[in-house]
Nanobody, 125 residues
Framework: QVQLVESGGGLVQAGGSLRLSCAAS????????MGWFRQAPGKEREFVTAISWNGGSTFYADSVKGRFTISRNNAKNTVYLQMNSLKPEDTAAYYCAAAAATYAMGRSVSSYTYWGQGTQVTVSS
């Protein structure tokens, strides 16, 4: 059974930092892209960032570029999201996702097959 488990969410003041982790189990994702999405109440799930199977390519939404950094450790089957200079508009549930297709990488929800349960990030002003 494949599981993605996020951790590291919480409450932080504007300008602060958080580091999210997503640990995968049940299969290895060393040949698969992984990504982070977020969803605020009443809004659709939106793309935040993605990383290629070997970490050589990364994509970021314009809203987080320069503030967030995605990375991965294939030996640990884990992907990370370092979030700096957080803003109240970053408040959302953050979801980790993994692609099923080998080496494929995308920005859309449909590009990913496996999803975590989400971790809440709340940024106070």
């Amino acid at each position: 059974q494949v599981q993605l488990v996020e951790s590291g969410g919480g409450l932080v003041q504007a300008g602060g930092s958080l580091r999210l982790s997503c640990a995968a189990s049940g299969r290895t994702f060393s040949d698969n892209a992984m990504g982070w999405f977020r969803q605020a109440p009443g809004k659709e799930r939106e793309f935040v960032t993605a990383i290629s199977w070997n970490g050589g390519s990364t994509f970021y939404a314009d809203s987080v570029k320069g503030r967030f950094t995605i990375s991965r450790n294939n030996a640990k089957n884990t992907v990370y999201l370092q979030m700096n200079s957080l803003k109240p508009e970053d408040t959302a549930a953050y979801y980790c996702a993994a692609a099923a297709a080998t080496y494929a990488m995308g920005r859309s929800v449909s590009s990913y097959t496996y999803w975590g349960q989400g971790t809440q990030v709340t940024v106070s002003s």
